[in-house]
């Protein structure tokens, strides 16, 4: 039985206390990396089921990147 086919380099986790500076991070790691982002402010949609679709991009990601606290600016 195949696994799951990966659609996304990194799954981001993350405080919404942090959301500006990792949405900056998931730009950059985009943008200047390359590299597939899934960031939920970008995938999900307000009032729909998100466990389901969550749970799905964390599976098909490569990796996870957990950010538990950014330093201040």
Known sequence: MAGPVITHD?????SRHDAADVELLATRLSQEA???V???????????????????AMNESATALI????AAS
């Open 34 to 36: 390359g590299l597939r």
């Open 67 to 70: 950010v538990d606290e950014l």
């Open 10 to 14: 990194v799954f981001v986790s993350y």
């Open 38 to 56: 899934w960031l939920d402010k970008a995938r999900l949609q307000p009032g729909l089921p998100w466990r389901d679709e969550i749970e799905t």
